[in-house]
């Protein structure tokens, strides 16, 4: 079964800090994997596309790897700001028709 | 260059009855998807339209409907609405045909809908 799934769930961390959220996936064929931050009540807003053939992407403090072997994400943010309060969600495209799977996303918590 | 439109933006209806919700895409935009998010839930993909061709569809009933027109816009319809469908509706838009292929999509604010 075509799954996505991200870990933690949620996280807190401190203002200036770093972090970094997981997502692993299992669908095939592969296309490409995205992220997203979605404030609340608002649409998610794209931060980084990669296909097979990309490791590494960058969005200013944002860093999206990928590991198509082992069909594994990960996002790194870097000094957290308050802004960054958002949940992220990993999606992977698969498919003929480029069908698009979202994960249910990391809720991350900045405090001051 | 304006972003995606939605309306309503908010939205309260009774159980039974049925609603239709609009989007208009991005100028230049051809390809247009439909998701529902409900609270602590990830986006459910609905539907996308590219030149007016459903191209791919979700696993929802047939009591959600949509169709995009010659400009691009798009409408979605539920029928017989359910405590259950209440949620955000979120459309959004992109150029080429496929939105997962490489484009990047960009969404609407959503049509928050309540469904009482």
């Known amino acids: 079964k075509n799954q996505v799934e991200q870990s933690p769930q949620s996280l807190i961390i401190l203002e200036g800090k770093n972090c970094t959220l997981q997502?692993?996936?299992?669908?095939?064929?592969?296309?490409?994997l995205r992220w997203y931050k979605q404030d609340t009540g608002r649409g998610p807003v794209s931060l980084t596309i990669?296909?097979?053939s990309e490791n590494t992407k960058s969005n200013g403090r944002y860093t999206a790897t990928l590991d198509a072997d082992t069909k594994q994400s990960s996002l790194h943010i870097t000094a957290s700001q308050l802004s960054d309060s958002a949940s992220y969600i990993c999606?992977?495209?698969?498919?003929?028709?480029?069908?698009?799977?979202w994960g249910a996303g990391t809720k991350l918590i900045i405090k001051p | 260059k304006a972003g995606v439109t939605q309306t309503p933006r908010y939205l309260i209806k009774t159980r039974g009855q049925q609603v239709t919700l609009s989007c208009s895409p991005i100028?230049?935009?051809?390809?247009v998807s439909w998701y529902q998010q409900t609270p602590g839930q990830g986006l459910q993909f609905l539907f996308e339209?590219?030149?007016?061709?459903?191209?791919n569809k979700g696993n929802f009933p047939g009591r959600f409907s949509g169709r995009q027109f010659s400009n691009s816009r798009s409408e979605m319809n539920v029928s017989t609405l359910e405590l259950g469908d209440s949620a955000l509706y979120l459309c959004?838009?992109?150029?080429?045909?496929?939105?997962?292929?490489?484009?990047?999509?960009?969404f609407g604010p959503g049509t928050r809908l309540t469904v009482l």
């Open positions: 959004a838009s992109s150029f080429g045909k496929f939105q997962g292929r490489t484009d990047t999509q960009y």
């Open positions: 990669m296909t097979f």
């Open positions: 997502c692993n996936y299992t669908v095939s064929p592969f296309s490409n």
């Open positions: 339209y590219f030149s007016e061709t459903q191209r």
């Open positions: 100028s230049g935009h051809r390809s």
């Open positions: 999606v992977v495209c698969w498919g003929s028709n480029y069908q698009l799977i």
